[in-house]
């Protein structure tokens, strides 16, 4: 449990400073409007770019395993998207917090946690379920245009929603990255230097932004958190097990790795999605505050029984 709680607490204490820094008063509305713009932007498509740069095609084709992954995220985004469209009849909203309970946190937590508990060759299936959320986060993309635009003719929506992809920073800069990787070209180094710097700076930045969103109180979006919550901390890695284990076969080392990547607490891409948009992040401020320190108990368990096959 040490090396799980070792890599939570620093997510914890970012989101923690955010909350305290709103509560005092050094960072008001304004200062975060800013700080999410700056991370939407700039800081996290440069980390994208930057991942998906150093990563190569060769690394990510493991057809079974992107199968079993990318089924468990899709059939927990669904549930969550026919459960919160049935309440509140909102496809954005839904799909924000069908997201929300699939979008596991793979590239700060997960790469980390799968290295620690499976060594080396752990790394691999961390770097493709990286891969796999971004599809999720392009599904999502699509769907929140659709419902913010359902009063249109179908074709601007068509065009709308392509358009959207093609402009949304968050989507063109992980393929820009492969496409980068796929070049073979060596990029000039101050401009590399630069990327790396902003990219550094998108995790920290998007943790204190959702530290300030936890200012907002609400009965309705604190009940509504639990759920998404609970979908992705026990539902997700449930249905991943079952896909890989007993319906797919997959060897132990994969397994353990998608039970695990399952498990992590959802990543701060829905949080800067719902600001790019420009809609209510406070159910997803809540959601990654309590799968963080929910998933110190979750992710304890899974990696005592993934010791134990």
């Known amino acids: 449990m040490l090396y799980v709680f070792n890599v939570v607490l620093p997510v914890f204490l970012l989101i923690l400073i955010g909350y305290i820094c709103g509560r ?48 468990s995220c899709l059939i927990v985004f669904l549930l969550v998207l026919a459960a919160s469209y049935w309440k509140s009849r909102d496809l954005a909203a839904a799909s924000f917090n069908s997201l929300s309970a699939s ?8 790469i980390p946690l799968c290295a620690l508990a499976l060594g080396q060759d752990g790394l691999a299936p961390a770097i493709i379920s990286t891969f796999i959320v971004f599809v999720m986060f392009a599904l999502a993309t699509v769907l929140i245009e659709i419902g913010m635009l359902s009063h249109k003719k179908h074709h601007e929506i068509l065009f709308s929603v392509v358009k959207s992809l093609c402009t949304n920073p968050l989507l063109i800069a992980p393929v820009a990255g492969l496409v980068w990787a796929s070049s073979n070209l060596t990029m000039y180094d101050p ?62 080392l994969w397994l353990n790795a998608i039970v695990i990547l399952s498990a992590l607490p959802t990543g701060t891409g829905p949080f ?19 799968t963080t320190v ?9 990696l005592w029984w993934s010791s134990r096959i």
Not at 103 to 110: A, D, E, F, Q, V
Not at 203 to 213: E, K, N, Q
Not at 294 to 302: R, Y
């Open 294 to 302: 929910g998933s110190l108990l979750t992710l304890s368990m899974i």
């Open 103 to 110: 979008y596991s946190n793979t590239g700060y937590m997960g």
């Open 191 to 252: 401009i590399a230097q630069v990327i790396s710097f902003l990219a550094v700076a998108a995790t920290p930045c998007a943790l204190v932004s959702i530290g300030l969103f936890l200012l907002q109180k609400s009965k309705t979006e604190v009940k509504q958190a639990w759920g998404i919550s609970a979908a992705k901390l026990i539902i997700q890695p449930i249905i991943a097990w079952v896909i890989a284990g007993p319906i797919l076969g997959l060897p132990s």
């Open 24 to 71: 005092a008063g050094k960072l008001g509305e304004n200062a975060s409007i800013e700080l999410n713009r700056f991370v939407v932007w700039l800081a996290l498509p440069a980390q994208l770019f930057n991942f998906a740069a150093n990563s190569g095609w060769q690394t990510l084709w493991q057809p079974e395993f992107i199968t079993a992954f990318f089924l």
């Open 272 to 290: 800067m999605l719902a600001q790019y948009y420009k809609a209510d992040g406070s159910v997803i401020s809540r959601v990654v505050l309590m």
